[in-house]
Protein backbone atom coordinates (compact mmCIF):
# COMPACT_ATOMS: atom_id res chain seq x y z
CA UNK A 1 0.00 0.00 0.00
CA UNK A 2 0.93 3.34 -1.00
CA UNK A 3 -0.06 6.54 1.32
CA UNK A 4 -0.83 9.23 -0.85
CA UNK A 5 0.05 12.66 -0.29
CA UNK A 6 -3.24 13.92 0.90
CA UNK A 7 -3.58 11.05 3.37
CA UNK A 8 -5.04 8.43 1.37
CA UNK A 9 -4.41 5.03 0.98
CA UNK A 10 -3.84 3.93 -2.45
CA UNK A 11 -2.89 -0.23 -3.99
CA UNK A 12 -0.06 0.05 -6.32
CA UNK A 13 -0.90 -0.56 -9.35
CA UNK A 14 -4.29 0.96 -8.66
CA UNK A 15 -5.90 2.75 -12.25
CA UNK A 16 -4.72 6.38 -12.75
CA UNK A 17 -8.59 7.84 -12.74
CA UNK A 18 -9.23 6.12 -9.01
CA UNK A 19 -5.79 7.90 -8.17
CA UNK A 20 -7.13 11.44 -9.54
CA UNK A 21 -10.58 10.84 -7.74
CA UNK A 22 -9.50 10.01 -4.45
CA UNK A 23 -6.78 13.13 -4.92
CA UNK A 24 -9.61 15.31 -5.90
CA UNK A 25 -12.14 13.84 -3.00
CA UNK A 26 -8.89 14.80 -0.68
CA UNK A 27 -8.66 18.47 -2.43
CA UNK A 28 -12.41 19.10 -1.64
CA UNK A 29 -12.54 17.61 1.70
CA UNK A 30 -9.76 20.10 2.53
CA UNK A 31 -11.90 22.59 1.25
CA UNK A 32 -14.66 22.15 3.30
CA UNK A 33 -12.78 21.87 6.22
CA UNK A 34 -11.25 25.52 5.75
CA UNK A 35 -14.05 26.85 4.97
CA UNK A 36 -15.79 25.65 8.24
CA UNK A 37 -12.68 26.83 10.03
CA UNK A 38 -13.05 29.98 8.44
CA UNK A 39 -17.07 30.07 9.35
CA UNK A 40 -16.12 29.43 13.16
CA UNK A 41 -13.64 32.23 13.23
CA UNK A 42 -16.09 34.79 11.30
CA UNK A 43 -18.67 34.03 14.16
CA UNK A 44 -16.50 34.81 17.11
CA UNK A 45 -15.77 38.27 15.77
CA UNK A 46 -19.52 38.91 15.04
CA UNK A 47 -21.05 40.86 17.45
CA UNK A 48 -23.12 39.35 20.59
CA UNK A 49 -25.63 42.48 20.79
CA UNK A 50 -27.88 43.84 17.40
CA UNK A 51 -30.45 46.36 16.76
CA UNK A 52 -32.45 46.88 13.84
CA UNK A 53 -35.32 48.82 13.00
CA UNK A 54 -38.02 47.94 10.37
CA UNK A 55 -40.87 50.31 8.82
CA UNK A 56 -44.43 49.06 7.73
CA UNK A 57 -46.76 52.06 6.61
CA UNK A 58 -50.65 51.09 7.34
CA UNK A 59 -54.30 52.49 6.20
CA UNK A 60 -55.21 52.08 9.86
CA UNK A 61 -55.81 54.12 12.77
CA UNK A 62 -52.99 53.77 15.32
CA UNK A 63 -56.00 51.95 17.63
CA UNK A 64 -56.73 49.35 15.53
CA UNK A 65 -53.49 48.47 14.90
CA UNK A 66 -52.08 48.71 18.55
CA UNK A 67 -55.27 46.57 19.65
CA UNK A 68 -53.91 43.77 17.63
CA UNK A 69 -50.36 43.73 18.42
CA UNK A 70 -51.67 44.08 22.26
CA UNK A 71 -53.19 40.64 21.61
CA UNK A 72 -50.72 38.86 21.72
CA UNK A 73 -53.09 35.15 22.33
CA UNK A 74 -54.17 35.45 18.79
CA UNK A 75 -50.51 36.02 17.26
CA UNK A 76 -50.88 32.24 15.59
CA UNK A 77 -53.86 33.36 14.05
CA UNK A 78 -51.93 35.46 12.00
CA UNK A 79 -48.27 35.53 12.35
CA UNK A 80 -46.83 32.68 10.42
CA UNK A 81 -44.11 31.51 12.75
CA UNK A 82 -46.08 31.43 16.31
CA UNK A 83 -47.52 28.22 16.83
CA UNK A 84 -48.92 28.45 20.15
CA UNK A 85 -49.13 31.31 23.03
CA UNK A 86 -49.70 30.49 26.46
CA UNK A 87 -49.87 32.88 29.37
CA UNK A 88 -48.11 32.84 32.53
CA UNK A 89 -48.19 34.44 35.63
CA UNK A 90 -47.03 38.15 35.58
CA UNK A 91 -43.28 39.03 35.96
CA UNK A 92 -43.15 41.89 37.91
CA UNK A 93 -46.70 42.79 37.84
CA UNK A 94 -46.36 42.98 33.81
CA UNK A 95 -47.88 40.34 31.32
CA UNK A 96 -46.23 37.28 30.48
CA UNK A 97 -46.04 34.12 28.29
CA UNK A 98 -44.68 31.42 26.33
CA UNK A 99 -44.67 31.60 22.80
CA UNK A 100 -43.93 28.32 20.40
CA UNK A 101 -42.62 28.95 17.18
CA UNK A 102 -42.93 26.88 14.27
CA UNK A 103 -39.95 24.75 14.44
CA UNK A 104 -39.60 24.28 18.26
CA UNK A 105 -38.20 27.23 19.66
CA UNK A 106 -39.81 28.59 22.50
CA UNK A 107 -39.56 31.85 24.16
CA UNK A 108 -40.53 33.55 27.21
CA UNK A 109 -42.35 37.20 26.41
CA UNK A 110 -42.84 40.15 29.09
CA UNK A 111 -45.01 43.55 27.99
CA UNK A 112 -42.48 45.69 29.91
CA UNK A 113 -44.13 49.30 28.53
CA UNK A 114 -47.68 49.54 26.91
CA UNK A 115 -48.78 53.20 25.98
CA UNK A 116 -51.97 53.17 24.14
CA UNK A 117 -51.85 53.50 21.00
CA UNK A 118 -48.61 54.47 20.25
CA UNK A 119 -46.18 52.71 22.25
CA UNK A 120 -45.23 48.87 22.81
CA UNK A 121 -41.93 47.19 24.64
CA UNK A 122 -41.47 43.59 24.90
CA UNK A 123 -38.81 41.88 26.08
CA UNK A 124 -38.10 37.86 24.80
CA UNK A 125 -35.49 35.35 25.95
CA UNK A 126 -35.42 31.91 25.09
CA UNK A 127 -36.58 29.43 27.73
CA UNK A 128 -34.20 27.25 29.79
CA UNK A 129 -31.71 29.10 29.01
CA UNK A 130 -29.79 32.29 28.02
CA UNK A 131 -29.17 31.98 24.07
CA UNK A 132 -31.20 34.62 23.03
CA UNK A 133 -32.34 37.97 24.58
CA UNK A 134 -33.49 41.12 23.76
CA UNK A 135 -36.43 42.73 23.43
CA UNK A 136 -39.25 44.30 20.56
CA UNK A 137 -40.05 47.94 20.40
CA UNK A 138 -43.62 48.82 18.33
CA UNK A 139 -43.33 53.14 18.13
CA UNK A 140 -46.78 53.77 15.99
CA UNK A 141 -46.94 57.05 14.36
CA UNK A 142 -50.41 58.50 12.87
CA UNK A 143 -50.15 59.51 9.60
CA UNK A 144 -53.02 61.82 7.54
CA UNK A 145 -53.76 58.29 5.60
CA UNK A 146 -52.81 55.70 8.27
CA UNK A 147 -50.03 55.06 10.31
CA UNK A 148 -46.64 54.11 10.03
CA UNK A 149 -45.38 51.16 12.60
CA UNK A 150 -41.64 50.80 13.31
CA UNK A 151 -40.74 47.53 14.96
CA UNK A 152 -37.05 47.72 16.39
CA UNK A 153 -35.43 44.77 17.93
CA UNK A 154 -32.33 44.80 20.17
CA UNK A 155 -30.92 41.19 20.37
CA UNK A 156 -28.33 39.81 22.63
CA UNK A 157 -27.04 36.49 21.05
CA UNK A 158 -24.26 34.20 23.40
CA UNK A 159 -23.64 31.41 20.51
CA UNK A 160 -21.11 32.52 17.88
CA UNK A 161 -22.32 30.12 15.71
CA UNK A 162 -26.11 30.90 16.06
CA UNK A 163 -24.90 34.98 15.67
CA UNK A 164 -23.61 33.53 12.27
CA UNK A 165 -26.65 31.21 11.53
CA UNK A 166 -28.85 34.59 11.78
CA UNK A 167 -26.30 36.58 9.53
CA UNK A 168 -26.62 34.49 6.81
CA UNK A 169 -30.66 33.84 7.08
CA UNK A 170 -30.91 37.49 7.23
CA UNK A 171 -30.83 39.92 10.54
CA UNK A 172 -34.05 40.84 9.71
CA UNK A 173 -35.97 38.25 8.91
CA UNK A 174 -38.13 37.69 11.55
CA UNK A 175 -39.02 41.29 12.05
CA UNK A 176 -39.75 41.42 8.45
CA UNK A 177 -42.19 38.25 8.36
CA UNK A 178 -44.05 39.89 11.70
CA UNK A 179 -44.60 43.11 9.32
CA UNK A 180 -45.58 41.33 6.27
CA UNK A 181 -48.11 39.33 8.22
CA UNK A 182 -49.34 42.13 10.63
CA UNK A 183 -50.47 43.75 6.99
CA UNK A 184 -51.75 40.71 5.64
CA UNK A 185 -54.14 40.77 8.46
CA UNK A 186 -55.30 44.00 7.22
CA UNK A 187 -55.47 43.11 3.53
CA UNK A 188 -53.02 44.93 2.75
CA UNK A 189 -49.90 44.84 0.33
CA UNK A 190 -46.99 44.71 3.10
CA UNK A 191 -44.16 47.24 2.14
CA UNK A 192 -41.46 46.88 4.10
CA UNK A 193 -38.41 49.33 5.08
CA UNK A 194 -35.15 50.15 6.70
CA UNK A 195 -35.97 53.86 7.45
CA UNK A 196 -39.04 55.67 7.59
CA UNK A 197 -40.42 57.45 4.50
CA UNK A 198 -39.57 61.43 4.56
CA UNK A 199 -43.54 61.65 3.20
CA UNK A 200 -44.15 60.35 6.63
CA UNK A 201 -41.89 62.28 8.55
Same mark, same amino acid.
Given at each position: ?????????????????????MKSAAR???????????????????????????????????????????????????????????????????????? !??????????????????????????????? !????????????????????? !??????????????????????????????????????????????????
Open positions: MLLDGCGFLLAKGAPIWQRINLLGVIILLLLLAIGISFLLPAQARHTRVLTLKQTPEAVFTVLSDVEKFPAWNRNVEKVERLPPIDGKEAMKQ !TFKGGMTLMVATTESLAPTHLVRTVRAVGGN !TFSGSWSYEITPVNDGCVVAL !TEKSYIANPLLRLMVRLFGSTRHIDQHLVDLAKYFGETPSVRSTVSPAHT
